[in-house]
């Protein structure tokens, strides 16, 4: 057992590896690695320890934390997150699951085949579609000839080619825009054909049949019809403009009706109920308008929902909506199989989170709400381990409103997320938009309360990234004016895994893979604080810039955009540190925000303005010579 007075902040580089089968059940938005997080557990406790996330978002904390025998308490704004991390923690009846499962497929199976079915090329027999795909028909302004989209040459972002004169034609989805069905993929159940074909009409007179049934039927149908609200996410994709009101117009009229059957079937059984809605929520990802295909990556498969924002793709799949959902049911199954094969004792749901801070039990606590009041006691809790809010980077609340408006059997869902204390930066203005101060000031509220409830000589660890350099003042502010010291050592750089350096959000230039984790601790007596005399010269951040890539290119050079960026945080994150403990009065805090976000040195305009600086060959940076 460690002596937790003696520990100092870790400084090992851990293997980033990719989620467990238990975070797969379900998307969640930035979760971090595993093997981090279960390492920053041993490190910072010892068995049967408390440990508090503020923060728990999809839940990683709190199963590292049970499976290295930790007792474990999570809080979030966000009840999907909430729901998501209960159902990671909890164990099922696997036998009773798997059986269910196939109850449900018998039952659905009607509904799929009358309106997900199609002939078959070959056999000319009726089997079930896998996908459906839909693009519509433009006209050019130019030439005023007709085309499908899918028949043109994408030159850019909302930008096609006109095949009859060769134009540029703008073009961005609203409700408006008229689909036509023009593929169709199956897999045939009686000869095992296996293509993707050009649609029928009977494929396109079915659509039309379901149309009318979804007119007929749709207050039968229990469809939810929560309003997109007037948030950050709506204002990026102008979602209002394009006449994207409902969430339920992310969905086809097919999928509408199909999901309102499985949904109708599924609460049939109230013993698995919220295993099975957990499923149901999670298909959602891959039964809307915002799935396409890439076959280079997925070749027939749908790509299911990917980006941390809504849009409307120009060329969209009906996906099956058994098919997703047996392959998220099956999911489920294997993250609850490898979870429940990896407990060595049975662990208990504490309902309230005072009895877990005196159980030597095993248990967890996991609730609905924000950290900025906290119910724990004073000097509590062992170690609070946590990844806070990014910032403008994810709109957490926003983005969730998309699965909880499906779930009014789960408690704080099936309405719109009361957001009032979530913290995030707004990047578009609009009634209620929060900025900067905002964010700083919920999460100076939910330090305070982590310091207050932690024991005296323990750490809070954390890790962040980010590229605004807002996000990290508002982020050092708050923690310094909680009270916490940073320790020598205190931070340090963790790479990310590997297999996701790929996606959308790191494809882009300068965007750093990994994540620093930081270690404060909490003082075991109160310290008189010693100030150094504060600096009123305003900061050159353009010049700070210059030196500080200057310096690491001078030391190793080339170096490749995500290592350069990564090498000018740890510059000057300590220099924002030391500067932020300099201050004494709010009035600084607040005028050193203010100037901070004004800084754009880390947006889109970088290259730019490094290359009057640098030269950059188009993969590396170097010193001019």
């Not at 519509?136 to 006109?162: A, M, Q, Y």
């Not at 962040?464 to 205190?490: M, T, V, Y």
């Not at 945080?569 to 009065?585: A, G, V």
């Amino acid at each position: 057992m460690k002596n937790l007075d003696k520990i100092q902040p870790i400084q090992k580089q851990i293997l980033a590896k990719p989620h467990r089968p238990v975070y797969r059940m379900h998307r969640y938005f930035a979760r971090r690695p595993y093997s981090v997080f279960s390492e920053l557990v041993d490190h910072y406790t010892n068995e049967n320890d408390l440990i508090l996330d503020p923060f728990c978002g999809g839940g990683v904390t709190l199963v590292e934390g049970i499976l290295l025998k930790r007792r474990v308490i999570g809080f979030d704004l966000n009840p999907l997150a909430s729901f998501i991390t209960k159902m990671e923690l909890e164990t099922v009846d696997l036998e009773k699951l798997e059986k269910i499962k196939e109850e449900i497929e018998n039952k659905f199976q009607m509904y799929n085949k009358k309106f997900f079915s199609t002939l078959c090329r070959k056999c000319k027999k009726k089997t079930l579609s896998d996908w459906f795909e839909y693009s519509p028909n433009l006209k050019c302004n130019s030439c005023l000839g007709e085309f499908n989209l899918i028949s043109s040459t994408k030159k850019g972002p909302g930008t096609w080619i006109c095949p009859h004169c060769s134009e540029q034609i703008k073009f961005s989805p609203t409700s408006e825009t008229v689909y036509e069905m023009k593929s169709i993929c199956y897999t045939c159940t009686h000869c095992k054909n296996h293509e993707v074909a050009s649609a029928l009409e009977s494929d396109k007179i079915l659509v039309s049949k379901t149309k009318k049934l979804f007119k007929k039927e749709f207050l039968k149908l229990n469809i939810p019809d929560a309003k997109i609200p007037d948030c950050n996410m709506q204002r990026e994709s102008a979602l209002h403009k394009k006449n994207i009101l409902y969430f339920n117009q992310f969905f086809t009229e097919r999928h509408l009706v199909l999901l309102s059957y499985l949904k109708k079937i599924i609460l049939e059984y109230p013993d698995l109920q919220e295993w099975l809605l957990l499923t149901f929520s999670a298909t959602l990802r891959y039964t809307n308008k915002m799935v396409t295909r890439n076959q280079k990556w997925r070749k027939d498969r749908p790509l299911e929902w990917a980006k941390p924002g809504f849009w409307m793709p120009s060329v969209y799949l009906e996906a099956n909506v058994w098919e997703e959902f047996s392959r998220r049911l099956n999911a489920v199954i294997l993250g609850k199989k490898d979870y429940q094969s990896k407990l060595t004792e049975k662990i208990e749901n504490y309902l309230n989170p005072k009895l877990l801070t005196t159980s030597l039990k095993l248990g967890y606590h996991i609730s609905s709400r924000s950290s900025t009041k906290q119910p724990l006691e004073n000097n509590s809790i062992d170690c609070v381990i946590t990844d806070p809010p990014y910032g403008s980077y994810v709109h957490y609340a926003d983005l969730s409103n998309f699965w909880a408006s499906w779930l009014p059997e789960i408690q704080g869902m099936g309405k719109l997320i009361n957001d009032a204390e979530e913290a995030v930066i707004a990047r578009k203005k609009f009634p209620g938009s929060k900025d900067i101060h905002h964010y700083q000031q919920i999460l100076e509220k939910c330090f305070k309360e982590c310091f207050r409830v932690l024991k005296p000589g323990r750490f809070m660890v954390l890790t962040f990234n980010n590229r605004e350099p807002r996000a990290w003042a508002s982020l050092l502010i708050s923690i310094s004016k909680s009270g916490f010291e940073f320790p020598e050592n205190g931070v340090m750089f963790q790479d990310g895994v590997s297999a996701y350096k790929h996606t959308s959000q790191s494809r882009r230039n300068g965007s750093v893979i990994g994540d620093f984790i930081f270690s404060f601790k909490k003082p075991i007596s109160k310290k008189k604080i010693i100030t150094k005399k504060t600096n009123n010269r305003k900061i050159n951040y353009d010049d700070l810039l210059i030196k500080t890539t200057t310096k690491i290119l001078t030391k190793n050079s080339p170096m490749n955009p995500n290592e350069l960026m990564k090498n000018i945080y740890e510059e000057i994150i300590p220099y924002f540190l030391e500067q932020i403990k300099s201050f004494k009065r709010n009035l600084e805090y607040e005028n050193f925000l203010n100037e901070i976000d004004q800084i754009k040195f880390f947006d889109s305009n970088q290259k730019t303005f490094l290359e009057k600086y640098f030269y950059y060959d188009g993969s590396d940076w170097s010193l001019k010579k």
